[in-house]
T-cell receptor, first 110, second 115 residues
Framework: GENVEQHPSTLSVQEGDSAVIKCTYS??????FPWYKQELGKGPQLIID???NVGEKKDQRIAVTLNKTAKHFSLHITETQPEDSAVYFC?????????WGAGTKLIIKP | DSGVTQTPKHLITATGQRVTLRCSPR?????VYWYQQSLDQGLQFLIQ???????AKGNILERFSAQQFPDLHSELNLSSLELGDSALYFC??????????????FGEGSRLTVL
């Protein structure tokens, strides 16, 4: 079955710098890769997603890249701000179910 | 506000007891998912219902059960509670039957503490 590995588990960056979180997946049939952000005390919220027929997708300061050959996808956040502090989860799909990464705690240092 | 309502927000109970967590999905959403999140852990998928029928099962213990009612709200029943069941339980909903077709909308969770 599908396995999604996410790295790093914790990422600390200076405010204004960029942050990159990486995920690898095992099921080559996986065709949908969402990223969710979980703020303290709240449920996860979708921030961006990408499908397997696209290599990159951007939404303002957030971008996701997908390398199907290498089976990895990454979340890029530019010009980080304090409100970016949260736990970020990647996911892949296997047998029509989301398979979640373990999460990355992003800390933005002032 | 995601539109998904979970009750109660907090619950404290003793080992061996039984609790019921309730979820009202977003208006129009037919799928309901239950997830468990232990302290500093990821999201563990428990079970999915679509339009009243069980659609998929994850790592749900036999002591746990769920159902989705005709009005589409769902309940997660946890019995013979153990200390290790202490966690945040999230409900999510979506329009589609399959999770690779779009966004899941999560509630704010029910925090269960078993003493």
């Amino acid at each position: 079955g599908e396995n999604v590995e996410q790295h790093p588990s914790t990422l600390s960056v200076q405010e204004g710098d960029s942050a990159v979180i990486k995920c690898t997946y095992s099921d080559s049939a996986s065709n949908y890769f969402p990223w969710y952000k979980q703020e303290l005390g709240k449920g996860p919220q979708l921030i961006i997603d990408i499908r397997s027929n696209v290599g990159e997708k951007k939404d303002q300061r957030i971008a996701v890249t997908l390398n199907k050959t290498a089976k990895h996808f990454s979340l890029h956040i530019t010009e980080t701000q304090p409100e970016d502090s949260a736990v970020y989860f990647c996911a892949g799909v296997s047998n029509y179910q989301l398979i979640w990464g373990a999460g990355t705690k992003l800390i933005i240092k002032p | 506000d995601s539109g998904v309502t979970q009750t109660p927000k907090h619950l404290i109970t003793a080992t061996g007891q039984r609790v019921t967590l309730r979820c009202s999905p977003r208006s129009g959403d037919l799928s309901v998912y239950w997830y468990q999140q232990s302290l500093d852990q990821g999201l563990q998928f428990l079970i999915q219902y679509y339009n009243g029928e069980e659609r998929a099962k994850g790592n749900i213990l036999e002591r746990f059960s769920a159902q989705q009612f005709p009005d589409l709200h769902s309940e997660l029943n946890l019995s013979s509670l153990e200390l290790g069941d202490s966690a945040l339980y999230f409900c999510a909903s979506s329009v589609a039957e399959q999770t690779n077709t779009g966004e899941l909308f999560f509630g704010e969770g029910s925090r269960l503490t078993v003493l």
